[in-house]
């Protein structure tokens, strides 16, 4: 009987930590075996892999083209990452491929969602391309998806190029959707994952800001560095006001328009989760009040689909009880000058991990665009991460200061902002918005509906007490009966749900 089973993305848990974890352990388990499958997978794929990116830089048959082993591969989330050095004539060094992981993005449950979330990437990094260049992300060269590929322009003929430069000319003169600069390419070798092949991201450009956080995050140079140029990227993106609510799309006639839903990394664990999709792919809105209810729908959807939920009645009741809370106080944090649009364009998975500094930690490159979104300029806040803690690790108790110490670095990255700020003519007055939102405690409720968890301890420590009340079991079981009709009859299902859990977890440990 082992004494531990491994999980995707964490640290092995005995049987009594499994059970106390509110996400389904049995499904992060058996994801092990499923990743593991599609690195061997795509590792017995060496050379197609190696003739697609031959064709895709348009490299001659004497080119060498080789994927490093699979333990140099780079695996996130949601996508494999496959270096891959290149020796030519035309070019010498490396590229990545980038592969999205099917068992993290609830392909098994909506078929088409790794071809959704590709194109919406796709679509972001030709916007980013076409109107930020002052953020630096990574040359992408070429993709997949169904089966179709398309390589940039740039590596084809002159005599290819001139037509599809004349059409974006056109397109632009009578105001069409932008034409993203990338065509379809005939590849006889084909590839059992789409795929993004992207510029290899070196020490020459810099280091992940994650390798050096631990060591110099408190020194004060380096991180005005940081918040200057995080500062930067969020008034680039600022430029530009977005009409709804949304993320960017890729269509087969290189067209990029914002007509796919707000994708968020939290929205797609849900999913993945078992949870019965609230907003569809291809829907978008135009006001702000049925966006928010439709995510705090996602969230129900997880409660009733999630095993794992809740272990007893009062556990139950307090998770519906956010649930009906966070649809009571919505309309706090929302504001009515701001509700019809125009949205804002925001990263909304930016941390340590994605983002390139250098030495003195001016951000040298930014490598993941995949969950961009446009939302309401009440959704924009500091990152959460500048101490080092977790959203909900943001509190101040007997035991630490962890939100004061939060509030001192976020009043220097509001300084950095309201610098940058400054120098652009911007549709909202985004730092204002974004210091209203934090002294109302807005923020929390924005982090509420993007986070996957972390609601019922922000509710409990942050909204709660600006209503003069704590969460007591009184009032969870009050507000429980207003989530759904027939409340005992949900709570009775999700504590058998519960004992059928606990069987299947425990024959993992057999």
Not at 153 to 159: D, T, Y
Not at 168 to 177: G, P
Not at 465 to 479: A, D, K, Q, V
């Amino acid at each position: 009987m082992p004494s531990t089973i491994p999980l995707l993305d964490h640290e092995p848990l005995t049987f009594q930590q499994a059970l106390s974890e509110d996400f389904n352990v049995v499904q992060r388990h058996d994801q092990v075996a499923l990743v593991e499958q599609q690195y061997s997978h795509l590792w017995s794929q060496r050379e197609s892999i190696a003739a697609i990116v031959k064709a895709q830089l348009g490299l001659d048959e004497s080119a060498e083209c080789s994927a490093a082993s699979p333990e140099e591969w780079i695996r996130g989330k949601f996508n494999i990452c496959i270096p891959i050095a290149v020796e030519s004539c035309q070019l010498s060094g490396r590229v990545m491929m980038r592969c999205p992981v099917p068992s993290a993005l609830a392909e098994s449950y909506y078929p088409g969602n790794i071809a959704e979330k590709l194109r919406s990437e796709i679509g972001s990094y030709a916007w980013v391309q076409q109107n930020c260049p002052d953020i630096r992300i990574p040359q992408l060269y070429g993709f997949s998806i169904l089966d179709h590929h398309f390589t940039s322009e740039a590596r084809l003929p002159w005599q290819s190029r001139l037509p599809n430069a004349l059409l974006r000319w056109f397109r632009s003169i009578f105001r069409l959707a932008p034409r993203a600069p990338y065509a379809p390419i005939s590849i006889p070798t084909q590839l059992s994952s789409p795929y993004m092949l992207l510029e290899f991201i070196g020490p020459e450009t810099g280091c992940v800001l994650s390798e050096s956080w631990d060591e110099h995050r408190n020194d004060p140079i380096r991180r005005e560095r940081l918040f200057r140029g995080l500062a930067r990227m969020v008034v680039s993106l600022a430029r530009i006001p977005q009409p709804r609510i949304g993320s960017f799309k890729f269509d087969d006639d290189g067209s990029i328009t914002l007509t796919n839903r707000p994708s968020f990394a939290a929205m797609t664990t849900l999913e993945n989760s078992g949870a019965q999709q609230s907003i569809s792919a291809g829907e978008t809105y135009t006001c702000t009040e049925p966006f928010v209810a439709d995510m705090i729908t996602l969230h129900d959807n997880y409660l009733i689909s999630n095993e794992s939920a809740a272990d007893d009645k009062a556990d139950c009741r307090g998770h519906m009880a956010i649930r009906a809370l966070l649809r009571t106080l919505s309309h706090n944090y929302i504001k009515r000058q701001w509700r019809n649009g125009p949205f804002l364009l925001q990263l909304t998975d930016l941390d340590q991990s994605n983002i390139f500094v250098n030495h003195d930690w001016d951000i040298t490159c930014l490598v993941d665009l995949e969950w961009l979104c446009a939302l309401p300029p009440e959704a924009l806040s500091a990152p959460y991460w500048l101490t080092g803690c977790a959203v909900d690790e943001l509190v101040d108790n007997k035991e630490c200061n962890s939100l004061t110490e939060y509030d001192a670095i976020r009043q220097a990255f509001m300084q950095a902002l309201r610098e940058e700020e400054s120098k652009e003519r911007l549709v909202w007055p985004l730092s204002a918005i974004m210091e209203d939102m934090w002294q109302s405690s807005g923020v929390w409720f924005w982090h509420c509906l993007t986070s996957v968890n972390a609601a019922y301890y922000l509710v409990a420590e942050h909204l709660c007490p600006r209503f003069s009340t704590t969460l007591t079991m009184r009032i969870e079981e009050t507000f429980s009966h207003f989530w759904k009709e027939d409340v005992e009859m949900h709570i009775d299902r999700k504590l058998a749900e519960f004992q059928s859990y606990e069987q299947k977890l425990s024959r993992l440990f057999q």
